[in-house]
């Protein structure tokens, strides 16, 4: 019965406690929490002065401690006459709008066991001097202390906090110490110290992965460098503009994809070398204008488009070239940027630059455009006052830019460049007089000088009879005013072997040997590869010889050279060109080869060549190192150049068969063992 009697106490107790949710205490009202033994602030009756905010009440005979403040529980209280609005350490949670708009003390004092401040908070309050925000919070809400701008000092953010709000510190201006900012943090939010003045050096954490519109804007009192760890990968629009003061490098992350409009617009003390990372693609409205880069800028090659402004009075110096990728030049892109010098290289995808993309860029010299198509410009005024007058456009595309009206009112001067062959070579098939397909390999393999001419010394290699039989010969060319010239190596002269700036009716004179047909010009047309658009000339002479197609800046797509006319001539037929590379780069392809198939066989395979003349080195070509295989024990050998000039020498033996050939020039060279003479190239 005891027993009984207890438990209906304890029931009856819980029950009258819960019943009471609501009651008032000397001006303030609270409400009974879930858990029947704390309470909420949830406002009041009259202003009191001063605000004081209990850490427990009692009511109608029981204790209860106050745990929360709760929402617009003080919104718009005003008392003026106290010197600071403690919040008892009893509480762990500040609902939405508790204190917004108040003003009710000059200091504020927060719980050390507070966890959660809610949205608007402290919203307009009027407070001031350093905000301590204790080290057990791990929640700020959207625009908690949002224009509180009476805050001063430093701003201490707990790496407890995982949630830092929207606005929270934005319009804070008078907090002009140091930040720092929660180690636990993923994201800074919009506006989230927008306008604060801040000083000293910002150190985002490497937890973060994206930071908001606004983030910093204004924040004009930071120094030093500004540096983005890795794991960011937004920076939204506006996020640091106006932040005049970063007198260091900016170091963007390289998982960045976008840089949005007015990212970075006015932080004109930044120095240093800007490096956009390759990552990017998109540069947005007055990303970087005003800033205060030096030396050259670097645009990657994923970038489609640069946006309004983007660049505008930047201080950037040397060349600019345009990426291939670029579409889209917006106006006023590089407005002002006097400090380039040199050449301005417009890439080959470029379809539109707007007006005055690059006015009063007056250090650039020359400007490249390599798209075949003129880009359409917006106004007539996209290179005013650039002090450049000189335009070079693609090979075989000099007459649609000159009848262009909108590019002929910016250059007085309008040429075409067909002098791209720099590390060329082709790949063409052969029909031996057994029937057996094989293949011609042409390939630079040096430079040399003749009759004052620098020339590029062509190797070329046919293998016959089912690659039963190899057969190098040498020829020589150089290019010069969209010519090809060719080496008579009979006559000793050079004769034109393609005209590529020649147009409909035009002819020239091919000398081979003893030996000349005149080619004519019959039709320009255009041909394309992988995007690039080529310029054609369809060409034929009276003997049928060397007729056929010229891809201009690539060659005859028949034979390079005439072979029909060669004196040297074997049995077999050259059956067309398959693959051309510049540098190791595919430019053309005809068929369906694998010329990435044809290329590593040509680089990359170890073969040995065998000489006759007893000894072997492998591989060939090679970068670094050869190995000779020798029937001496002992032997000296000398490499020479193709001037005959003596670049090496050294020992041989079976316990030291390599030679390191890292120190030579690219080329061709011969070696010599004892009466043994062999050729090797070096890449």
């Known amino acids: 019965m005891k027993k009984l009697f207890i438990t209906t106490f304890i029931i009856l107790t819980v029950i009258t406690k819960l019943t009471a949710q609501s009651f008032s205490v000397d001006n303030l009202n609270y409400s009974v929490n879930n858990d029947g033994v704390s309470v909420t602030v949830t406002g009041y009756i009259d202003d009191m002065e001063p605000l004081v905010i209990p850490e427990s009440v009692s009511h109608n005979g029981y204790d209860y401690t106050i745990n929360a403040i709760g929402q617009n529980a003080f919104n718009n209280y005003y008392w003026n006459g106290q010197d600071e609005l403690v919040v008892p350490n009893s509480v762990t949670n500040i609902g939405n709008y508790a204190f917004a708009y108040s003003n009710c003390g000059k200091h504020l004092i927060l719980s050390n066991s507070l966890t959660y401040i809610g949205n608007y908070a402290f919203y307009h309050c009027n407070f001031k001097d350093e905000l301590v925000i204790p080290n057990t919070v791990n929640h700020i809400g959207d625009w908690a202390f949002a224009f509180c701008a009476r805050f001063s000092g430093d701003l201490y953010i707990p790496d407890a906090v995982t949630y830092l709000g929207e606005g929270a510190f934005t319009g804070c201006g008078q907090i002009r110490g140091s930040l720092h900012l929660s180690n636990s943090l993923e994201t800074i939010r919009d506006n989230t110290f927008d306008q604060c003045k801040f000083t000293g050096i910002l150190t985002i954490p490497n937890t973060v992965n994206s ?45 960045l994809s976008i840089i949005n409009d007015g990212t970075f617009h006015g932080c004109e003390n930044l120095s240093g070398t800007l490096n956009i990372p390759n990552t990017v693609t998109y540069i947005g409205f007055d990303a970087f204008a005003y800033c205060g880069f030096t030396g050259p800028l670097n645009i990657p090659e994923n970038v489609t488009y640069i946006g309004i402004d983007a660049f505008s009075y930047c201080n950037f110096t040397g060349s600019l070239t345009i990426p291939d990728s670029v579409i889209e030049i917006d106006n006023h892109a590089f407005y002002q940027c006097s400090g380039f010098s040199g050449e301005l290289v417009i890439g080959k995808s470029v379809s539109l630059i707007g007006s005055w993309a690059f006015a009063y860029c007056t250090g650039i010299s020359e400007v490249v455009s390599l798209a075949t198509t ?43 460049n067909c002098n791209y062959l720099t590390h060329p070579e082709w790949y063409y098939e052969l029909i031996n007089d057994t029937g057996d397909i094989t293949y011609q390999y042409l390939s630079h393999q040096g430079d040399t000088t003749i ?64 030996n000349s047909i005149v080619v004519h010009v019959d039709m320009v047309g255009q ?72 290329y590593d066989n040509h680089h990359y395979s170890v073969n040995e060549i065998a000489t006759g003349n007893g000894f072997v080195i492998y591989p060939n070509p090679s970068q670094d190192n050869i190995f000779i295989l020798s029937d001496k024990i002992k032997e000296e050998y000398r490499i020479l150049n193709r001037l005959g000039e003596s670049v090496l020498t050294g020992t041989i033996s ?30």
Not at 399 to 414: P, R
Not at 494 to 500: A, E, P, Q
Not at 538 to 545: E, H, K, L, N
Not at 654 to 683: H, M, P, R, V
């Open 451 to 514: 009759q004052h001419k620098k020339v590029k010394i062509i190797v070329k290699t046919n293998t016959l009879y089912d690659k039963e039989s190899v057969e190098e010969t040498e020829e020589y060319i150089y290019v010069e005013d969209n010519k090809v010239f060719w080496w008579n190596q009979t006559l000793e002269e050079f004769t034109v072997l393609y005209d590529f700036g020649a147009q409909v009716g035009d002819y020239w004179e091919i000398k081979a040997g003893l």
């Open 374 to 416: 003129p880009p359409e410009l917006t106004f007539s005024n996209a290179f005013q006052y650039t002090d450049c007058t000189t335009l070079t456009v693609p090979c075989g595309f000099l007459d649609i830019y000159e009848q262009n009206s909108s590019w002929n009112q910016q250059f007085t001067t309008i040429t075409e």
């Open 527 to 598: 041909a394309e590869y992988d995007g690039i658009v080529y310029k054609t000339l369809q060409i034929s002479d009276y003997d049928d010889i060397f007729g056929g197609t010229i891809v201009c800046t690539v060659g005859h797509l028949t034979s390079f050279f005439p072979e029909k006319m060669l004196e040297n001539k074997g049995n077999y037929e050259v059956n067309g060109m398959r693959c051309h590379w510049n540098n190791g780069e595919l430019l053309f392809k005809v068929g369906d080869v694998d010329c990435d198939y044809v």
């Open 211 to 255: 930071i908001g519109n606004s983030a910093f804007g204004g924040c004009s009192g930071f120094t030093g460098s500004l540096i983005f760890p890795n794991s960011v990968s937004h920076i939204g629009e506006d996020a640091f503009s106006g932040c005049t003061n970063f007198d260091g490098e900016l170091v963007l992350p390289d998982s």
């Open 654 to 683: 079976s316990d030291n068969q390599k030679i390191d050939i890292s120190s030579l020039s690219e080329g061709l060279y011969f070696i010599i063992i004892g009466n043994a003479t062999t050729k090797f190239l070096k890449w």
